[in-house]
């Protein structure tokens, strides 16, 4: 009895039940009214038709709009309600959007001293990277920095290792935004460091998704850690209501100690991540360390949002050190994204590489869901006799994911693109490296929720030491590959087939 008091209660179960509640009242609802007469219909498909019309009208990716349009036009009685309740663009209510830009204004006041930097530093970029340079700052406002050395991790419990090793050396603060967090060796581990820390006076601060979380941690953890001396927050709490901004979480993997160390990467805070459990065979990830001014951005970027969650907007220049003297070798532009802005940064950039690339590209991506345009740049690159190569997890997570992936298999390996699937696992890696002189790490997939729907991160390179790792990383990768030919791709029944036109259809709306 106890035990199934326990599982109705969990917030889980709870959040499953009202939103199936929602979901048969207005099925019910809506054929109730049906019932009563055609009118009812009538009105319904007529709001169906303005709602394309409303769509089509719009300033958004075609692709996106198609997979609405579609199924308005099929089914008219549920198809207008449903895009209200989840095909918007996203935007937090008024008061709260209010909150969040004044937050935002106010922490990029503090990027005055680096954009001055950034002009001086722009001209030092060749011809491709200062365009590059010029967009993303454009795009998201984040400056560019030398003087930060960069650390590359070809595997998560690498990453972890150093992690924790940085942890202990904290003597201000730390803080910390991820995505998922799970009790194990990793977090536990982690989590003692940050408490002792806490208990020594240093400041402690942690952001978790509450989606990301949803299966790994129990309701109430984060009042468990503040008890802790661990100062916790949320991200966009679920709740069981029909609603497009539970689609939008914080998929951001962020450490930052003292304002000048940094880290990003693929890598949450759970054990597969750094394969102390076998989920999908062997979980290929990365992650840097940035050391040095670069560590500014990442420092500012948590306390938008922590300013934002605490409803505060308290001075934050004690967190940030003066902009360091010393000379590093290349430099560090990162980078972050806004759902709700309709500005995708780091697709751009990442767009912007591939149409530069002049001998190579290779990326690593878990998912591989792109819009047009996105395949389009990939298409015209390799066809221009750039050595375009993507890799892909051989042992998938999301089964559906994976065969949407797949999906666009054929297209891209007609025009020469190669593609690679990591056979001992899961490839979680979310990079990019182009011609030995820049890079990307982060937390971005190439897929639309990371484009369009999800606050990402990450950390462009321009000719910093680092990016010779990133590239032997990924061809040390691929000899752990099988190579994927065009009549594999296409030689596949046709009910699969059909499978993946109608899941490509309505790629936008996963």
């Known amino acids: 009895m106890k035990k199934l008091f326990k599982i109705l209660t969990n917030k889980i179960a709870v959040t499953a039940f009202f939103f199936l509640l929602q979901i048969a009242f207005t099925v019910v609802l809506l054929l109730v009214l049906t019932s009563i007469s055609a009118w009812v219909y009538a009105a319904f498909s007529l709001l169906s038709v303005f709602v394309c019309l409303f769509i089509l009208g719009k300033e958004a990716n075609p692709g996106y709009k198609l997979a609405w349009v579609i199924p308005l036009l099929l089914v008219p009685l549920f198809g207008g309600m449903m895009y209200i309740s989840f095909g918007r663009t996203a935007r937090l209510k008024r008061q709260a959007r209010k909150r969040f830009e004044e937050s935002e204004k106010k922490s990029r006041e503090y990027y005055s001293d680096a954009r001055e930097r950034t002009k001086s530093n722009l001209p030092l970029l060749t011809d491709d990277a200062r365009k590059l340079s010029e967009l993303l700052f454009a795009q998201s406002g984040e400056p560019l920095y030398g003087a930060t050395d960069v650390t590359y991790y070809p595997l998560g419990e690498k990453f972890v290792d150093a992690l924790k090793a940085d942890l202990e050396k904290a003597e201000r603060y730390i803080f910390m935004e991820y995505f998922i967090i799970e009790r194990g060796k990793c977090w536990n ?234 056979l001992p696992g899961f490839v979680h890696a979310k990079s990019a490296v182009c011609d030995d002189s820049i890079a990307f790490v982060g937390t971005c997939n190439l897929d639309y929720r990371s484009f369009y729907l999800h606050y990402e991160c990450g950390a462009f390179m321009y000719g910093v030491p680092a990016i010779a790792d990133v590239k032997k990383d990924y061809l040390d990768t691929l000899d752990k590959c099988k190579q994927i030919t065009y009549e594999e791709a296409s030689d596949v029944t046709a009910l699969t087939k059909l499978a993946r036109s109608v899941l490509r259809l309505f790629a936008p709306l996963m």
């Not at 940035?290 to 420092?299: I, K, N, P, R, V």
């Not at 780091?346 to 047009?372: F, Q, R, S």
């Open 189 to 422: 581990g982690i989590l003692d460091i940050l408490c002792a820390k806490a208990a020594a006076g240093v400041d402690v601060r942690l952001i978790y998704d509450d989606m990301g979380c949803l299966f790994t941690l129990p309701a109430g953890y984060a009042k468990k850690l503040n008890a802790m001396g661990v100062k916790t927050h949320v991200f966009n709490k679920i709740k069981p209501t029909f609603n497009i901004r539970m689609n939008n979480r914080t998929h951001r993997k962020i450490t930052v100690i003292d304002g000048s160390v940094a880290y990003t990467g693929g890598a949450n805070l759970a054990d597969e991540y750094i394969n102390e459990i076998d989920k999908f065979g062997h979980w290929k990830d990365t992650a840097i360390k940035l050391d040095g001014e670069a560590a500014q951005s990442f420092t500012i970027m948590f306390l938008h949002f922590w300013q934002f969650l605490e409803k505060e907007n308290s001075p934050a220049d004690e967190f940030l050190p003066q902009l360091s003297a010393k000379t590093c070798e290349g430099f560090v532009q990162p980078v972050s994204s806004d759902p709700a802005k309709n500005v995708q940064p780091i697709e751009k950039g990442l767009m912007t590489i591939i149409h530069n690339a002049d001998k190579y590209v290779y990326l690593n991506t878990p998912y591989l869901v792109p819009d047009n345009e996105f395949v389009t740049a990939l298409c015209l690159a390799a066809e221009s006799g750039v050595d375009v190569r993507i890799t892909m997890p051989h042992i998938p997570d999301k089964k559906i994911v994976f065969i949407m992936s797949r999906s666009f298999y054929p297209v891209l390996l007609k025009a020469g693109v190669k593609i690679y699937e990591y």
